[in-house]
């Protein structure tokens, strides 16, 4: 019961923010520096999710060796994008250095 009631909450939290944005519109400005700062939140939440996942995909602490694909993974693919900027060709690169890895190291 009070999960139902946690998520509900959640929902009319979210639903009340989305709505006051879209019914206020342009009529509110934001500061440069909040305008700068929110353009910082993708890169941020991206982050918070992918490291945990890199790092510690089971769960279970640490792996950080080269038995753990999504490491080796991830690096390949930092790599790519420093030297391409490309994104497309990262996501490729680290999908196949991922599948690879699993099929032929492990």
Known sequence: ???TVTILGMVLVTFAIKALIF???D???????LQQALGF????VLTAI????VLAPHGQGLELDWHNP???AALFAVLVSALTRHQ???IAAGLA???SWQFFML
């Open 41 to 44: 939140v993708p890169v941020t």
């Open 97 to 99: 250095v991922f599948f």
């Open 70 to 72: 999504q490491l080796v």
């Open 1 to 3: 019961m009070s999960a």
């Open 88 to 90: 497309l060709l990262t």
């Open 50 to 53: 992918i490291v945990p996942m």
């Open 23 to 25: 019914v206020l519109g």
């Open 27 to 33: 009529r509110v400005a934001f500061s440069p520096g």
